[in-house]
Every structure is written in structure tokens, then in C-alpha cells.
């Protein structure tokens, strides 16, 4: 490399990008960060010192930024805020907030990542800058850039932090789009929960390293969060350790893994203990996470463990059976008692379901049991997913009545090892008996009341928990009033489901007084099966309007539909997925809808992108009748948008949601308030 090719490097490249690409200080946050870093590593190259002082200063304070809300400095992104933008009060404790994380957690995590960059590049160099203007000083109270407005960059990565391993993260709103004449156009109002959980996109360890082996700074103490993060970081960076600093004598035998989504995942480095009643243990070489359940829950956030995968696995030890609540899941997660062995369990999750870079647990159980998680599996292989009940392993519920003859079959197939499948219950009523080889179940109580107990299917390594209620009514006429309970006259059934309904209850009632035990519970077991089959034609959400992602045949959109009903404004079907600004919903050939009203919500931050919608219904999917003339607009909240008067009662088979003009198309949530219909039955 010679002198020429550093300059024909530098007039030829360095300059025209420097000069025609980045050299601007007004773009948004992070998007003015990348170059403005790659900007003063090109004055670094070049030498020159009057360009390398201005982007020092638009790191540092950006005091002359278009939009301060905007602005990636120092001073305007990690910002000390003082006062509520909502409400225009000062606030009794100011806090440093990351600005970005309004948005969502990848960016901030950038921005963090910038921070940490810019920074080194500074210490590099040796310089410092005035404590208040930020601009390059050599004065006696000069600092550092990561010293620079009391170690600001510190407390973004430890707020930061904070939020990304789980915890409560208190958030004041602030202004993020500021005019010159310091008018708001924008607020973030809370945290942003997309992102939020994956540490494995992060690389911003340079300040551990400086404030650790530079300052002797004893970084659980000063920045807790931050330190716990390092601990359970992940190299996402090829030449991350170019940068680690000779002084951190034995780092590399602490190495962080670099393979960013393992198949398996060692629950100890990507969890975070939410009490006090969840703890590491080290036992021999391997450690792991122990758990004390309670009656409120013993909690735990799991992080950057997303998976596409349906099957989900985790390997525990327990001395109990214990339940896991999972944040985004509508069913809980059932352990067995293992006996204090290790073995591996799996949850196979709904249509709707998904495992996301953070999952919130809360386990309950008995006192006094424990309950011990070492992996949790994204992709369990064949021979590890647990056996599965041929009638499923849902909990079974099942009535009956004194002296009759309860028979169950809990048999199951095993994936790893079919023929060896052990089945076992700890539990089971007195008197009763379950073949451990075949998982048949007999039972003939002789009293009232209800009766709980957990069954277990294990193949090898591998074992599955189902658990069984038994309410044992005194008499047959008892019983048949129990298993009917769950029929409301009040609710419109789809017909198919009605019937076998009515069918099962006039069998039962014609042999209540004739047929034998056996053969009575037998059409009792069918009549009990018929109530839970019962399928409500139009299912509600809690605010009562209709669950639409429970009966839409088939969408555009695919499983995201079910975002649209979560509650959380800042999840949302991706608007690549409206490659036509538009969602269809297609309710099936046997099925119709008539609606008075829809509401819709915006995304977060980004309400626009749900405004000027309207709705239409259609018969044949080509021609469209339009529902809503008044168009959405721009919404922060559920907003009710009437249906045409004479269009309340009409019925249709396809919806269509759709964004009027250009833009991009994205709504955080949606209402229909109607009902549903079966074709040809106009009578229901």
C-alpha cells in the first residue's frame, strides 16, 4: 500500500461517499449514527482534523440538529428526560431513556451498538471533549466520550439492558419529533415490546471493557443490568475480540458462544430470575435453573430463544408435578414429577401460537417441590419429543356416578421408542388400577366427589403428563345433569354440533333406567364428548365481538391474524404480508358474517399506516360491496368505524379490510362486531 493508493483511496471513495452520503447530522437516530461513525472513521483515515471535530460534536451534543427529537447524539438519543410529554409535568425522578426503544428494541440495540463504536474510535485517538458542549477540548475538566454528561452512555446500556433481560422497566413518555420551534409531533408514549428479549443481535461491550480493565469499575455495582447482560452475551460479531483489551486477563476462557439460534439452548445463559424463588444451582460440571414454585408463581423470562418450530422442548427435573404459564399462550405448560430424574418434556403449540424472543414463565405447584430446567429445546429431535396420548394430552375432565364402572384408555405412541412405553400414575384413586405396559385405567368409586391425578407415558429419556378429573355424582340422574352443564340454551351452535348434541342426550335419557352400568356410562362418556364438542357459531372475545381468527377459514395473512385480537398494540401483521395494502378473509364455503360495526387500532408509533381504511364484503370474492363509507383514520386506541345501515343484516362470505391509496398497511388490532351464520341456514 502506497502513498498514491491512500490518496486515490481518499479522493476516489473516501471523500464522494463521506461527502454525497453521509455527511448530514438531521436523519433519524440510528439512521444518523451509522454514518456519522463511518463518516469519522473516513476523517480518522484521512486525516482531517476540521471534519473528525464536527462529527465529534454531532456525536457528543448535535447542538445544531433539524429535529432534536430525532437527533443520535449523546445528549438528544440516550436523554436525561425530566418531564412527561404526555401530560407537559416535570417529573419527580428524571431517568436517562434510550429513545430509541420507543420504536422498537433492534434499533435501540443499534443505537447502542453505534454508541460503543464511536466511542472507541474517540478513546483511540486520545480525545476529549467539554463536559457541557461536547466539543473536542484539551481543558483540565475535559472527558472521555463515554465519561462524557456523567457516564450517559452507561446508563442507556444499563436501561437498556434492563428491558431487554425482562425486567419492569419504568418509561416516561417523551417527545421524538421535535420542529426547530421546539413544537412535538410525536411521542413515544411506552416501551416498545418489539425485539424485546433477543440478546443475541447485541454488541455493545466495548464500555464493559473500558469502565472494567480501564477504570477498575466494579460494573455490578455501578451498572447491574448491563453487567448481567454481559454475562449472558453471545459474540454476533466475527472481530469482537479484536477489540477485547489486553488487561482482561482470562476472558477468552469465558468466551461467549457465537452460534446465534442453537437447536438447543442452555437455559442458565439466555433466562432471567424474576424472584427470588428462581436461582442458578451448579451441580457437578453442568448448571442450571431451579425453581420453587408458589400459589402466585415463580418467575422467569426466557430470551432470545425464537423458533418457527411447532414442537418446543425443555429438559427438567422435578419432584412434584408443576404448571408453566407462558406469556402469548392460551394453555399452560403441564410438568410431571419426574421422580428427581432428568428427562425431557414438549409442548406442541396451536395454529396461533408462537415461541417469540421473549417468553415470560410463571411456574406453580405444590409447596415444598422443586423444579429443575438445564435446556430448552427449539427444534427437539425426533427421539426427543415425548410421547403423545392417543386421545391427547389435554387435561381430561370426565363425570360419573357411584358404582359405575370408569374405563380409560391412555395409551400413546411414542416417536423415540414405540412398544417400550412405560405408563405410571403416582396419584390415582384408591381402589383403582392402570396397566403400566398398555396405559389401560379402571376404576369403580364408591363415593362422592372429585377426584384429581396426574398419568405419565415415558419413552426413555422422554415422558408426557396427563391430567385426569373425576367428579363422581351419587346417582344416575345426578350425573346426567352434570354432563350436560356445559350446554347454554342462550348460545346459537353450529348445527352439525347441535345435533350430535341432542342426539347423545335422547340416548341417555331413554336408557337411565334400563341399561346396565356399563353400558350407561358408555353413552354417558359419548353424551360428555358431545357437550365439549359443541361448537358456538359466533365465539366472542371478551369485549364481546367476534372471534373472528377461531372461524375465518383461510386469510391472506395466515397465522398473524391472530395479532389482530392479542390486546397489544405493538404486534401486528407485517405489511409485506398486505402485498395489496389489503387483508382478505375468506369464512368458508359453509359460512357467512353480516357485521354493524368494525374498529380497528394503529401499530405503535405508526398509526398512520391503519388510516383511510375501509371495509368491504363480497359473495364471490371478485365483486365487493363497500360496508364502511367513512374511511379509518389514524388511531391510538380501538376505534369504531358504523356499518352502513342497510348493510347490517347483509350476509357475506368474504371480508376485506382494505387501505385506500398508497402507503404501507399494518393495524395493530381489529374488531368485528356481527355474527356468523351457516350458508343456507338464514333461519340462525
Request: glycine content about 8%.
Given at each position: ?5 491512500t490518496?486515490?483511496?481518499t479522493k476516489?471513495f ?8 453521509l ?13 456519522c ?11 482531517d ?25 449523546i445528549?438528544?438519543?440516550?436523554r436525561?428526560?425530566?418531564?412527561n ?16 426503544m ?14 460503543n463504536?464511536?466511542?472507541r ?9 467539554d ?32 428491558f431487554?433481560l ?65 454475562t ?6 466475527s ?10 486477563v ?27 424463588n ?5 451441580d457437578g460440571?453442568?448448571a442450571f435453573?431451579?425453581m420453587i414454585?408458589?400459589d402466585?408463581?415463580?418467575?422467569v ?24 404459564e ?6 399452560p ?5 419426574t ?5 425431557y418434556?414438549t ?15 410463571r411456574?406453580?405447584?405444590?409447596s ?13 429431535e425426533?427421539?426427543?419429543?415425548a ?7 389435554e387435561?381430561l ?18 416417536r423415540a ?5 412405560v405408563y405410571?400414575?403416582l396419584?390415582?384413586?384408591e ?5 403400566t ?5 379402571s376404576?369403580?368409586p ?11 407415558a ?31 340454551p ?8 347441535l345435533a ?33 364438542a ?13 372471534d ?6 383461510s ?10 385480537v ?5 404486534t401486528?401483521?407485517v405489511?409485506?404480508l ?7 378473509f ?6 357467512m358474517?353480516?357485521a354493524?360495526?368494525?374498529a ?10 391503519m ?5 368491504f ?8 360491496t363497500?360496508?364502511?363509507?367513512q ?11 358504523e356499518?352502513t345501515a342497510?348493510f347490517?343484516?347483509t ?6 379490510i ?5 402507503g404501507?398497511?399494518?393495524s395493530a388490532?381489529?374488531?368485528?362486531y356481527?355474527q ?9
Open positions: 500500500w502506497s502513498e498514491a493508493d490518496a486515490n483511496f476516489n473516501l471523500r464522494p461517499a463521506v461527502d454525497n452520503f455527511n448530514q447530522n438531521g436523519w433519524f437516530m440510528n439512521q444518523n449514527g451509522y454514518p461513525a463511518a463518516a469519522m472513521s473516513g476523517d480518522i483515515f484521512a486525516n482534523r476540521k471534519n473528525y471535530e464536527k462529527r465529534v460534536e454531532w456525536f457528543s451534543v448535535n447542538k445544531t440538529a433539524p429535529n432534536p427529537g430525532w437527533s443520535s447524539s445528549k438528544h438519543l440516550a436525561l428526560v425530566e418531564t410529554a404526555v401530560t407537559g409535568e416535570k417529573v419527580a425522578q428524571p431517568q436517562v431513556q434510550l429513545m430509541e420507543g420504536r422498537d428494541q433492534a434499533h435501540a440495540g443499534d443505537d447502542m451498538e453505534i454508541f463504536n464511536t466511542a474510535q474517540m478513546n483511540a485517538q486520545g480525545t476529549k471533549v463536559p457541557v458542549a461536547g466539543t473536542i477540548s484539551t481543558a483540565a475538566n475535559a472527558v472521555g466520550p463515554y465519561e462524557f454528561l456523567d457516564d450517559r452512555i452507561l446508563a442507556a446500556a444499563d436501561y437498556f439492558s434492563r431487554m425482562g425486567y419492569d422497566t419504568p418509561w416516561i413518555p417523551a417527545a421524538y419529533d421535535i420542529k426547530p420551534n421546539g413544537q412535538v409531533r410525536g411521542i413515544y408514549p411506552r416501551l416498545a415490546d418489539s425485539y424485546r428479549g433477543r440478546i443475541r443481535q447485541n454488541d455493545y461491550w466495548d464500555a464493559f471493557y473500558y469502565y472494567t480493565y480501564k477504570k477498575g469499575v466494579d460494573m455490578a455495582k455501578k451498572a447491574p443490568y448491563y453487567h448481567e447482560a454481559f449472558k452475551r453471545i459474540i454476533s460479531s472481530i469482537e475480540w479484536i477489540f477485547i483489551p489486553k488487561e482482561a482470562g476472558e477468552a476462557a469465558k468466551v461467549a458462544p457465537s452460534v446465534q439460534e442453537p437447536d438447543v439452548i442452555q437455559v442458565v445463559q439466555r433466562s432471567t430470575s424474576l424472584t427470588t428462581s436461582f442458578v444451582v451448579s460440571n453442568e435453573l431451579r414454585p408458589t402466585a408463581g415463580t418467575s423470562a426466557l430470551l432470545s430463544s425464537d423458533t418457527a418450530s411447532k414442537t418446543i422442548g425443555l429438559r427438567i427435573r422435578t419432584t412434584g408435578v408443576a404448571i408453566l407462558m406469556s402469548g399462550f392460551a394453555k405448560w403441564l410438568l410431571p414429577n421422580q428427581g430424574e432428568w428427562r418434556v409442548y406442541n403449540m396451536a395454529k396461533l401460537e408462537h415461541w417469540g424472543d421473549i417468553v415470560f414463565v411456574v406453580k405447584g405444590s415444598g417441590i422443586t423444579v429443575d430446567i438445564s435446556q430448552l429445546l427449539r427444534k427437539p425426533a427421539q426427543l419429543i410421547p403423545a396420548f392417543s386421545a391427547g394430552n387435561a375432565r370426565n363425570v360419573t356416578y357411584v358404582g359405575a364402572p370408569v374405563v380409560f384408555d391412555f395409551s400413546a405412541k411414542g421408542a414405540s412398544g417400550n412405553l405410571e400414575s396419584d390415582k384413586p381402589g383403582s388400577v392402570l396397566d405396559k398398555t396405559g389401560a385405567f376404576w369403580k364408591v363415593a362422592t366427589g372429585e377426584f384429581s391425578f396426574f398419568v405419565t415415558a419413552s426413555g429419556k422422554t415422558i408426557a403428563p396427563k391430567k385426569v378429573t373425576v367428579v363422581v355424582a351419587p346417582d344416575r340422574s345426578a350425573v346426567v345433569k352434570m354432563a350436560t352443564a356445559g350446554f347454554d342462550t348460545t346459537a351452535y353450529v348445527s352439525a354440533s350430535r348434541d341432542q342426539a347423545a342426550c335422547t340416548t341417555v335419557a331413554a336408557a337411565i333406567k334400563t341399561a346396565s352400568d356399563a353400558e350407561f356410562y358408555r353413552q354417558l362418556v359419548q353424551l360428555q364428548q358431545a357437550v365439549n359443541l361448537e358456538p357459531l359466533t365465539p366472542l372475545l371478551a369485549d364481546g365481538s367476534m373472528f381468527p377461531k372461524v375465518v377459514a386469510s391472506n395473512i395466515g397465522e398473524a391474524i391472530a395479532l389482530l392479542d390486546g397489544n398494540d405493538d401486528f401483521p405489511y409485506s398486505a402485498k395489496n395494502l389489503n387483508y382478505e375468506d369464512f368458508g364455503p359453509d359460512y358474517f353480516s354493524t360495526a368494525f380497528m387500532e394503529g401499530r405503535l408509533n405508526f398509526e398512520d399506516r388510516a383511510n381504511t375501509k371495509f364484503g363480497s359473495n364471490d370474492g371478485k365483486n365487493w363497500e360496508l364502511t363509507p374511511a379509518t383514520k389514524s388511531a391510538t386506541e380501538l376505534t369504531r368505524v356499518v342497510g347490517r343484516k350476509k357475506f362470505r368474504y371480508l376485506r382494505q387501505k385506500q391509496g398508497a404501507l398497511f399494518e388490532e381489529l374488531r368485528i356481527g356468523r351464520y351457516e350458508a343456507g341456514r338464514e333461519d340462525r
